[in-house]
């Protein structure tokens, strides 16, 4: 694809971003504030999972750990805009606790370590109640404000999100064309011959690991304020698993997965639910039967399609050609 249609497919990603909430009710608004935030810990989890390999089962988790650290802090009248540091960073660091088994593990097996990590921050998140809130959770969380303005509306807090969202994901694409997105592509496709090739393939692992942990504490931070409620059931296993179904049914190692999957497991059932009682099926089915046709994900279905496209063009120009001698 040239640059100059990348950039006017950008343009059109940013004119729909800032039109999506025109006309709407609070509750789609809502709804498209949380596309944006779980873009952006699927954005995370498909650095570690897409690009770096690293199978994970904890983005949840660390969304939960950003969305504690943010409403405690914002509770006690510190402004979002520290308290968002302090969970991404917090997030980063345990992170980097949490990565080392990655040094030893792989695959499944380091899967098995995060889905137990995911498990100990839910037990600890609903059992100390004198810090979390236990079961009931902490409310009210105040929402940002900016030059004194209240982002108490959910269409200012929408384009509040979105500004976030265009931040992570301009930092993320950094990340990927960066020598850092080279290698963590290098450690997915083959490790043997990276750690050959002079790559710290540890380093690089627990880099990715912890970046897209911060990823997940930066979608805890916004999410927190978008609730204004949060509580440990709000961070089990199967919000770790919907994540990892986002960033699998996008297109896990694609840059736009993770904003496609976020938009099939967000946005699809409440799109459905004019069938009433059947919107979970049809939802379920059309997943199920994707995965199955195109294990790669919608882009990559995408690129198939394009690939095919492509071929019976060059087909029917030999034909041409071959007509012409």
Not at 11 to 17: C, D
Not at 73 to 90: D, E, K, Y
Not at 135 to 152: A, K, Q, Y
Request: aromatic share 14%; net charge positive; hydrophobic share 55%.
């Amino acid at each position: 694809m040239s640059k100059p249609i990348k950039f006017l497919l950008l343009a059109l990603g940013l004119v729909a971003l800032f039109i999506a909430p025109f006309g709407q009710g609070n509750y789609i608004v809502y709804v498209l504030c949380s596309w944006l935030v779980f873009s952006i810990a699927a954005m995370g989890l498909n650095l570690t999972l897409g690009y770096a390999g690293q199978v994970s089962l904890a983005q949840a988790a660390f969304m939960g750990i950003g969305a504690y650290v943010t409403a405690l802090m914002t509770m006690t009248g510190i402004s979002w805009f520290l308290a968002m540091p302090v969970a991404v960073l917090s997030c980063f660091a345990i992170g980097l606790i949490l990565g080392y088994p990655a040094l030893r593990v792989q695959h499944h097996f380091l899967a098995f370590v995060t889905l137990a990590f995911n498990t100990l921050v839910f037990l600890v998140l609903r059992n100390e109640e004198w810090l979390t809130g236990g079961s009931f959770g902490l409310v009210p969380i105040p929402r940002p404000t900016i030059f004194g303005l209240s982002l108490n509306s959910q269409v200012a807090f929408y384009y509040f999100a979105a500004v976030c969202f265009v931040v992570a994901a301009g930092a993320m694409a950094w990340i990927v064309h960066s020598p850092w997105g080279r290698a963590f592509k290098a450690l997915r496709e083959n490790p043997i011959r990276a750690n050959s090739l002079g790559l710290n393939t540890r380093r690089m692992t627990l880099l990715a690991f912890a970046i897209g942990s911060a990823f997940g504490g930066l979608a805890g931070a916004l999410l927190a304020p978008l609730v204004q409620f949060i509580e440990p059931g709000s961070f089990t296993l199967i919000h770790s698993l919907k994540i990892l179904l986002m960033v699998i049914v996008g297109g896990s190692g694609f840059y736009f997965g993770p904003f496609l999957g976020a938009a099939l497991v967000v946005l699809l059932p409440e799109m459905l639910r004019f069938t009433d009682g059947y919107y979970l099926i049809i939802y379920a089915a059309f997943v199920l039967v994707l995965l199955v046709f195109s294990p790669t994900g919608l882009i990559g279905l995408g690129e198939k399609i394009a690939t095919k496209l492509r071929a019976q063009r060059v087909a029917r120009g030999d034909l041409k050609n071959g007509a012409q001698l």
